[in-house]
């Protein structure tokens, strides 16, 4: 069966295909620019398929002094706000906005990872900055992965793209559809917004082609969020409802999200699946991807199914781990750590 008819299949290849050749249309061997390619992240009411983080080489790098792990908003404040010299806390940082109890909280946090100094002056805590938080996300674009695009499917996502464009918080969205090999792709006659570019992309071999550029969305103005809109067909004359976004709000959720990115990479889809049942596989694709497959299943399993409560899960045999178990697990254990080490290879400077 082909693997890629699914959405998640078909995604995985677009985090892959962005990784080695984003942005489109360029010699993706520059070094201009760094890319982070993460999956399933965004924010309350709207979730991003396919998030590319665009970031300059030299501060990405200087990132990686505060470790693999996301910086929370919390941490954020205290580690961008950190004086060069000793300074008891509440003189050094802005008022949070919320009770200084949690500050202290993240100060302690900061310390136990290392990423922060702090000593004790009579009952007061006192801290200092290893170093400047940096500058290091320049652009966020996000792609939603659609193999198949018939009509039905482009309406829904007409309306989900229509939310992203009007609010402005990543700087371009995508679709990515499958390539058909029509002259013109079919995508481009559905409703979409104009603001939205079409990629169309082949997962095997994995190549892709622009069939309509993006337009830039000004991040750094604010938003419109769209909360309803009628939907009652063309006599449904009711009144959609927006409220507006500040652009602080926007700079501040783009970071948040561009730090669990960072933390996560696309590569954590096992994360949340059963790498643990005797059925579950990864198979190669190419040197560098390996997707998953469901020997039970015969195919791709999505990473909804592949949870605790799959009918066809079965644990694996414990004779597979007898090797260096309990401390090196079995095969689940080992495609964990072959997935974790490309992650951190994706990151400069870990
Ligand atoms: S049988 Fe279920 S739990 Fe096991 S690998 Fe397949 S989908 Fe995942």
């Known amino acids: 069966m082909d693997p890629y008819t699914a959405e998640f299949g078909f995604e995985l290849r677009t985090c892959r295909w962005a990784e080695l050749a984003w942005p489109p249309g360029t010699d993706s061997t520059s070094d201009e620019t760094a890319i982070i390619v993460a999956r ?8 991003w398929d396919t998030i ?7 501060t990405l790098r200087r990132r990686a002094n505060f470790g693999p792990k996301r910086l929370d908003s919390d941490l954020l404040h205290v580690l961008r706000n950190a004086p060069a010299e000793w300074a008891y806390y509440r003189d050094a940082l802005p008022h949070p906005g919320y009770p200084w109890r949690y500050v202290r909280e993240a100060i302690h946090t900061a310390a136990d990872r ?16 290893k170093w400047t938080y940096p500058d290091w996300l320049e652009r966020v674009v996000a792609i939603e992965n659609k193999p198949d695009l018939d009509a039905s499917a482009a309406r829904t996502l007409g309306s989900q793209l229509e939310y992203d464009v009007a609010m402005e918080l990543a700087d371009e969205v995508w679709v990515a559809t499958r390539q058909t090999g029509e002259r013109v792709e079919p995508a481009l006659f559905e409703d979409l917004p104009i603001e939205a570019g079409i990629l169309s992309l082949e997962p095997d071999p994995l190549t892709a082609e622009v069939a309509w550029h993006p337009r830039s969305l000004a991040v750094d103005e604010p938003g ?5 809109r009628p939907d009652g067909g063309k006599r449904d004359g009711s009144a959609a409802r927006f409220e507006f976004v500040n652009p602080d709000w926007k700079a501040d959720k783009r970071l948040a999200i561009a730090e669990r990115a960072y933390e996560r990479g696309w590569r954590s889809f096992v994360d949340t699946m059963r790498p643990d049942c005797r059925h579950f596989q990864l198979r190669a694709r ?3 991807q390996a997707l998953p497959y469901c020997a ?12 605790g409560s799959c009918g066809d899960f ?3 045999p414990p004779a597979w781990r007898t090797r260096g178990w309990p ?18 290879r994706r990151r400069p400077g870990l």
């Open 40 to 47: 399933q992240l965004g924010t309350k009411r709207r979730r």
């Open 52 to 58: 590319v983080l665009e970031c300059d080489p030299e």
């Open 114 to 129: 290392g990423i922060l100094e702090t000593r004790r002056s009579g009952n007061r805590i006192e801290i200092r900055r």
């Open 224 to 228: 419109t969020r769209i909360l309803e």
């Open 286 to 288: 190419d040197a560098h």
């Open 296 to 307: 039970a299943k015969g195919r791709c399993q999505t990473a909804a199914e592949c949870s």
């Open 314 to 316: 079965e644990p694996e």
């Open 327 to 344: 401390i090196e697990g079995g095969p689940g254990k080992r495609s964990q750590r072959i997935l974790e080490a490309r992650r951190r």
